[in-house]
């Protein structure tokens, strides 16, 4: 079966700090992998997808980065965090057409 | 780009109450999916439905896709509190060569008192 994995669960920064927050999948082969940001409990932000190695895609001008340097393997960066980057942080993947299923998040906080 | 309409935006219940919660597009869907989100962790699947019409079950969640493939309901009966969370519809639309990316409503919280 498959199985998604984030890390850190929870992470509290200062501004202007670096972030590498990690996500891998196990269990299937080539799939379409995301970054979400959620504030508030409410509304998922789509910040990138991938859906192959070295492929990302932006949906949002932000002060993040994401890279995919293995299958399945999504890294979500920042060279100097803002405030505005606090949030919960949701990893994703899917084989189109199929579902779309959910890792545990990353709470982070940026002081 | 793509909007989902998710109503209520939240609902505060009984236990025992059923609960009856809907998503709308204004664009034709080929599949909907039910996500169940519990405070500081991440959507979970609940049900999926890839055919117009269709009725899926869950224990006691039910979902429809409506017939005119733009809009579904999921609904709850005899809500206990464990039910409590934000609960969103998502899909990919129609796109004739599929699509990357799914659609997400901004999720009906809901609260169920005991």
């Known amino acids: 079966s498959q199985t998604i994995h984030q890390w850190p669960a929870t992470l509290v920064q200062p501004v202007g700090s670096p972030l590498s927050l990690e996500c891998t999948v196990e269990g299937t082969s080539n799939p379409n992998l995301y970054w979400y940001r959620q504030a508030a409990g409410r509304g998922l932000q789509l910040l990138f997808y991938?859906?192959?190695?070295?492929?990302i895609s932006s949906e949002v001008p932000q002060n993040l980065s994401a890279s995919r340097p293995q299958d399945r393997q999504f890294i979500l960066s920042s060279k100097k965090l803002l405030l505005s980057d606090s949030g919960f942080y949701l990893c994703?993947?899917?084989?189109?057409?199929?579902?779309?299923?959910f890792g545990p998040g990353t709470r982070l906080t940026v002081t | 780009g793509q909007q989902l309409n998710q109503s209520p935006q939240s609902m505060f219940i009984q236990e025992g109450e059923d609960v009856s919660m809907n998503c709308t597009s204004s664009?034709?869907?080929?599949?909907w999916l039910w996500y169940k989100q519990e405070p500081g962790e991440g959507p979970v699947l609940l049900i999926a439905?890839?055919?117009?019409?269709e009725l899926t079950s869950n224990g006691r969640l039910t979902a429809q896709f409506g017939i005119t493939r733009k809009d579904s309901f999921l609904n709850i009966s005899a809500s206990i509190p464990s039910d409590v969370g934000i609960y969103f519809c998502?899909?990919?639309?129609?796109?004739?060569?599929?699509?990357?990316?799914?659609?997400f409503g901004k999720g009906t919280k809901l609260s169920v008192i005991p």
């Open positions: 991938s859906v192959g190695i070295g492929q």
């Open positions: 439905l890839y055919k117009a019409g």
């Open positions: 994703a993947w899917r084989i189109p057409p199929g579902e779309q299923y």
């Open positions: 998502a899909g990919p639309p129609y796109s004739g060569a599929g699509s990357y990316q799914l659609t």
């Open positions: 664009s034709i869907f080929n599949t």
